[in-house]
């Protein structure tokens, strides 16, 4: 699995970086995680707002941080 945390830093998306981390090492998948902090790669995904999370090329959601069930749900919906 392929994820991709998008955003320039800010505290939510430091949030989302860890929060990620830890539904993956929860659910034991094997995942290559990256953040992405450059503001053109960011725009390259159409993303306008971060923090934004990117599951297997197809951004999954932006602007927010979800709950962690909600992070746990996407993710294990992109595993199928």
């Given at each position: 699995?392929?994820?991709?945390?998008l955003?320039?830093?800010?505290?939510?998306?430091?949030?989302?970086?860890?929060?990620t981390?830890?539904?993956?090492?929860?659910?034991?998948?094997?995942?290559?995680?990256?953040?992405?902090?450059?503001?053109?790669?960011?725009?390259s995904?159409?993303?306008?707002?971060?923090?934004?999370?990117?599951?297997?090329?197809?951004v999954?959601f932006?602007?927010?941080?979800?709950?962690?069930?909600?992070?746990?749900?996407?993710?294990?919906?992109?595993?199928?």
């Amino acid at each position: 699995m392929d994820i991709k945390i998008l955003g320039p830093g800010c505290k939510n998306c430091v949030l989302l970086y860890k929060m990620t981390t830890q539904v993956i090492q929860e659910l034991g998948i094997e995942a290559n995680i990256e953040k992405i902090e450059d503001y053109g790669q960011i725009a390259s995904y159409g993303v306008m707002s971060t923090p934004a999370l990117v599951v297997n090329g197809t951004v999954a959601f932006s602007g927010r941080v979800p709950t962690p069930r909600n992070l746990r749900e996407i993710i294990e919906a992109a595993q199928k």
